[in-house]
């Protein structure tokens, strides 16, 4: 399964961001997804998740009313909306697919992962 994210970028604090992850529908649309991130010199950390048919999600508290995560399984990918970026923000952005159609934070349960795409906000 490949999953290629895009849509990273520089920006100023307190801008936004749309970040897309594009996934194969007939494989992927049944199962949750998510996003996670790796900032430098940290480890990767949980994101954003959303269940298969994306009535459920879950956040990371750090960007819980910030960052909203959607997909849309007709055309084969997640997006996340980043506004109000922070500094803090800036790291490789990974879209991941959940074993399950469950919406999870756990990196153990996702199997298959796409390229980071780089997140830069400059304070």
């Known amino acids: 399964v490949q999953l290629q994210a895009s849509g990273g970028g520089l920006v100023q604090a307190g801008g936004s961001l749309r970040l897309s992850c594009v996934f194969p529908?007939?494989?992927?649309?049944?199962?949750?997804m998510g996003w996670f991130r790796r900032a430098p010199g940290k480890e990767r950390e949980f994101v954003a998740a959303?269940?298969?048919?994306?009535?459920?999600?879950s956040y990371a508290d750090s960007v819980k009313g910030r960052f909203t995560i959607s997909r849309d399984n007709s055309k084969g990918t997640m997006y996340l909306q980043m506004n109000s970026l922070k500094p803090e923000d800036t790291a490789d952005y990974y879209c991941a697919q959940n074993r399950w159609a469950v919406a999870g934070s756990d990196s153990l349960r996702y199997s298959y992962w796409g390229r980071g795409t780089l997140v830069t906000v400059s304070s």
């Open positions: 959303i269940s298969w048919n994306g009535s459920i999600t």
């Open positions: 529908r007939r494989i992927s649309s049944n199962n949750g």
